[in-house]
């Protein structure tokens, strides 16, 4: 059974940087989409990026536009998500996911989620 693990979470200044990083082991992603969301408190969950199996497509929210890229590599069964011009409302768990609906924006369509990391962003 495929399970995916995140890191690279933590603290950062507004403006600043962090790039998350997703390890998947039990079985290879490379013809899985792969996806990132994220959860505030007392919020729901939101979806903040996807990307096809072969890298090529990937799909953001309005508002990481910009900022934000997905980026996998399936030699290493890992997925990235590099976050830029961080703000405040950037703070949140950020979770990796696998899918059969590759570039799917729906949590539902999701069937593998990791743990999530922390990323909090002060002003």
């Known amino acids: 059974q495929v399970q995916v693990v995140e890191a690279g979470g933590g603290a950062a200044q507004a403006g600043g940087s962090l790039r998350l990083s997703c390890v998947a082991s039990g079985r290879t992603l490379s013809t899985d989409g792969m996806g990132w969301f994220r959860q505030a408190p007392g919020q729901e969950r939101e979806f903040v990026a996807a990307?096809?199996?072969?890298?090529?497509?990937?799909y953001y929210a309005d508002f990481v536009q910009g900022r934000f890229t997905i980026s996998r590599d399936n030699a290493k069964s890992t997925v990235y998500l590099q976050m830029n011009s961080l703000k405040p409302e950037d703070t949140a768990v950020y979770y990796c996911?696998?899918?059969?609906?590759?570039?799917?924006?729906?949590?539902?369509?999701?069937?593998?989620w990791g743990q999530g990391t922390q990323v909090t962003v002060s002003s």
């Open positions: 990307i096809g199996w072969s890298g090529r497509n990937a």
């Open positions: 996911a696998a899918t059969h609906h590759s570039g799917s924006s729906a949590s539902w369509d999701y069937n593998t």
